[in-house]
């Protein structure tokens, strides 16, 4: 009897005690990603018109990036291997010209997607801050006060980064993919063919090491 008594409160204590990062939380999944996306892009369509300027700057940029290392290619092979200054001089200031374009045309589609954004996002905000003052007081007794506050502040806030910088990150890195395959299957067939020989592995690695850096998110959460 003694034994149990005294083994008792341990096992309480054990199970009191948290088993690790996270334990007891919940994490919620998305539910509807496309229907999430066509509701957010009805905020963003009355910006259209900037939306399209934006799409084309983003084009641009990226072309002048891709013309970058392509001249650099042409100043190796044909002005400093035949040792010719003068067409040098001429390719280092066309690529500076360039990296001076994709820099700022880059600056210009990213002040106008924060412009849209912030504006998007300031009806978004006030469309929940007029949704959450019509609920009723069971609403608030069943939904705590943490949570309410980090929809209209951490969940905007992570909206406004995907909308006003990742949009244009992600279209700007696809054409500057599909240009360099271009580039490199124009260049040389077999060569690129090699190359793509290390794109499953890179793909495993890039799954595996996001598979991971969410779940040490959500712990650090």
Known sequence: MADNT???????M?????RGPG??????KPKDVSR???WLLRYLLPYKPVLLIVLGLVVL????????????????????????????????VLMGLAYLL????????????AGVSQKAL???RADLFSHLQKRSLRFFDRNPAGDLMSRLTNDIAAINQAVSQNITSLIADVLTL????????????????????????????????????????????
């Open 36 to 38: 999430s996306a066509v």
């Open 122 to 124: 300031k009806q978004l």
């Open 6 to 12: 005294q083994r008792a409160p341990k096992q309480e």
């Open 61 to 92: 940029y990226t072309l002048a990036s891709l013309a970058g290392p392509y001249l650099l290619g042409v100043a190796i092979d044909d002005y400093i291997l035949n040792k010719d200054l003068a067409g040098l001089m001429r390719t280092v």
């Open 102 to 113: 994709y820099t700022s045309l880059q600056s210009a589609a990213g002040w106008l997607m």
């Open 23 to 28: 334990h007891g939380m919940h994490f919620e």
């Open 178 to 221: 599909f240009g360099i395959l271009a580039a490199m299957i124009a260049l040389n067939f077999w060569l690129s063919l090699a190359a793509f020989l290390v794109a499953p592995v890179m793909l495993w690695f890039t799954l595996f090491v996001t598979k991971y850096t969410r779940r040490g998110f959500r712990e650090l959460q």
């Open 14 to 18: 054990r199970a009191m005690t948290p």
